[in-house]
């Protein structure tokens, strides 16, 4: 069933549409928030970033083979959440660049490239 669902198709139309979800979140102006600092918005950034590298990465492994084209895709999702962080600040009047989403979203990134070469191993034994 899971290998269903991530088939590359599957995992090329999840990964385009979490792209396209972390974009139009991300630049829609919203309602002024507190200028504190929380968990959950953060975590919120880890997750979106982990699913948006996962996706890309299950879709790159049908492409090749190769770990430094999958380093590539990871560091490909990190840039991106960088242009976002800074489109966020340039585009919009109620959000601003932050370090601390960028490095969640890193995070994001990083986790995301564990597991699948976790996986990979697990399916290969």
């Not at 991300?26 to 309602?31: D, G, K, R």
């Not at 975590?43 to 299950?58: E, N, P, Q």
């Not at 049908?62 to 489109?87: D, Q, R, W």
Request: glycine share 2%; proline share 2%; net charge positive.
């Amino acid at each position: 069933m899971l290998t269903k669902v991530l088939s590359r198709v599957n995992s090329l139309i999840l990964a385009v549409f979490c792209t396209l979800f972390i974009l139009v979140l991300s630049l829609v102006n919203q309602v002024p928030q507190p200028a504190d600092i929380t968990v959950n918005d953060k975590f919120g950034h880890l997750v979106a970033y982990l699913f948006l590298t996962f996706f890309w990465l299950i879709f790159a492994t049908y492409s090749t083979k190769n770990k430094t084209n999958l380093l590539l895709v990871a560091i490909a999702c990190i840039f991106y959440g960088i242009v976002i962080e800074l489109l966020q600040h340039a585009l919009t009047s109620t959000r601003t660049a932050s370090v601390l989403d960028v490095l969640a979203n890193t995070l994001g990134v990083f986790i995301a490239y564990f597991l699948v070469f976790v996986v990979k191993i697990k399916v290969k034994n």
